[in-house]
């Protein structure tokens, strides 16, 4: 058992719970006396739940349900939370208007009933040995004493220490301590026979993420979007018609200890109709999406539910063909050939664009028809969380039909940090339609555009780049000098 600790300091109680000495609907009145009433509650007494979920595999629940107290002193059992709270995070209050209710005690219980655990607590005293007997063809039923668990299972039996006996275990009962699932136990003080009540915790391992769907059109300038919010409910516990949030955001916490590494499971994808069926709203520095509907998370589930859909969005393919800051620091001649350029395709998030809404960090993964009308797979990316009117680009891989080369033709050491270059680069298109290549330089240093064939454009203070057509079947070659000092 885990009790969470507390301190009374000039009548307030600190701990994870209400403050004001615990009094959460109505003034303090003197203690009970006696032993406590016993109540226990779980998920039947719920009346509503609501659950929002982090994507950084935490989430808040706020579990509101009726219980029927009693006046006095109770000690209240509550069922069916999260294996993963975090107890020091619990907020437990009445709903009831003008109702007592104050806190005196908070545990955590989580001591549960397991093979291992059963044979633990019966160290010490006795237990049924049963062993089959092949030739009588029965189970033959013995007495025996568990010695020890630690390191396997040490029996007296017959007045013999045994180990490794083949056999089952029977047990009398099931110790009063161990408990079937997690449990909070409060000690509270009440002078009603029926409250609502809210708990509210937080807990780990309840994650979502985001996915998207991009269809490419035949001419890669238009596309359809299809974003779906996929949920992984490893909680330990079931939450059934719950109000669903989603935050999408970087929210900062001191980082918990590292849980448990837990086994693989199947995903179950629940499908889901295409409407969108999340509204967004801003929340502090970060974006809120709430389901318009309930919906159930079931334990170590994998659910889908679709979050938005765009059709005929306007996109951008371009080809970079990138250098490197080296090549400026030293003599090389052939630096490198044939060269792939890498495909990005880019988009802006803005409701001209028939888009517009806050994207949540997730993968994107692109498709595209072929000659038969057969969508198939052509690359996919991460993109981070996109505000409304920015523009997000997806690498989806390299090019096939587009390759180049990149020469060194000239090489003038200046100085111990300054040298004169020129470079020729030859950029070869096998495709049967023309092709706009970007050649990225990055120089790493500050640079002097002393001639090019081609117009350029500054970048920032390290790079430039040639935006250059190249036609089917065709190639095209681009040079400059350049004088670059880089310390």
Request: glycine share 8%; hydrophobic share 35%.
């Amino acid at each position: 058992m885990k009790a969470l600790g507390f301190r009374l300091l000039g009548g307030l109680v600190l701990g994870g719970v209400c403050s004001g000495l615990m009094a959460c609907g109505g003034p303090a009145k003197a203690p009970s006396h006696g032993p406590p009433r016993l109540s226990g509650s779980d998920k039947r007494d719920r009346e509503s739940v609501a659950v929002t979920v982090y994507n950084q595999n935490f989430g808040v629940v706020r579990d509101t349900r009726r219980l029927k107290l009693g006046s006095g002193r109770v000690e209240l059992s509550f069922k069916d939370v999260s294996a993963n709270i975090q107890p020091e995070t619990v907020r437990l209050h009445s709903m009831t208007e003008g109702a007592l209710f104050e806190v005196l005690e908070q545990n955590y219980r989580y001591d549960l009933l397991t093979p291992a655990k059963l044979l633990e607590k019966y160290v010490g005293k006795q237990i049924s040995v049963y062993r089959y007997n092949q030739k009588s063809g029965t189970e033959e039923r013995k007495t025996a004493e568990v010695l020890s668990v630690e390191g396997g299972v040490t029996l007296r039996i017959d007045g013999e220490v045994t180990t490794n006996f083949d056999g089952r275990y029977a047990f009398s009962e099931v110790p009063a301590n161990l408990l079937d699932k997690p449990t909070l136990v409060w000690l509270l003080e009440s002078d009603r026979a029926e409250q609502q009540i809210e708990v509210t915790y937080l807990t780990q391992n309840l994650n979502w993420r985001a996915d998207y769907v991009l269809k490419l059109d035949a001419g890669d300038s238009k596309a359809d979007l299809n974003g779906w919010v996929t949920l992984d409910n490893r909680t330990g516990t079931s939450y059934e018609n719950a109000a669903l949030r989603l935050v999408a955001g970087d929210v900062n916490r001191v980082q918990p200890p590292m849980p448990e590494k837990q086994s693989a499971h199947e995903r179950d994808d629940a499908s889901a109709a295409d409407r969108p069926q999340f509204k967004e709203e801003g929340l502090f520095e970060y974006h809120l999406y709430s389901l318009e509907r309930p919906t159930t998370l079931l334990d170590k589930e994998t659910k889908q539910v679709s979050l938005l859909s765009a059709e005929g969005i306007a996109v951008h393919k371009k080809l970079v063909f990138v250098g490197q800051a080296h090549y400026f620091r030293g003599q090389y001649g052939q630096l490198v050939s044939n060269q792939k350029p890498i495909v990005f395709v880019e988009l802006v998030n803005s409701a001209k664009n028939r888009l517009g809404m806050p994207l949540p960090k997730g993968t994107v993964r692109v498709y595209k028809a072929d000659q038969s009308g057969a969508l198939q797979f052509v690359g996919e990316d991460a993109i981070d969380h996109t505000p409304r009117d920015e523009k997000v680009a997806f690498k989806l891989g390299d090019a096939f039909d587009v390759v180049g080369d990149r020469v060194q033709k000239e090489w003038t050491q200046l100085s111990n940090c300054s040298a004169e270059s020129s470079y020729e680069i030859e950029v070869r298109n096998h495709k049967d339609t023309a092709e706009q290549v970007e050649i990225s330089e990055p120089t790493g240093g500050d640079w002097q555009m002393l001639h090019s064939s081609h117009p350029f454009v500054k970048v920032d203070a390290g790079t430039f780049r040639f935006d250059v057509q190249v036609p089917a079947r065709k190639n095209t070659k681009v040079s400059y000098r350049i004088r670059v000092r880089y310390c």
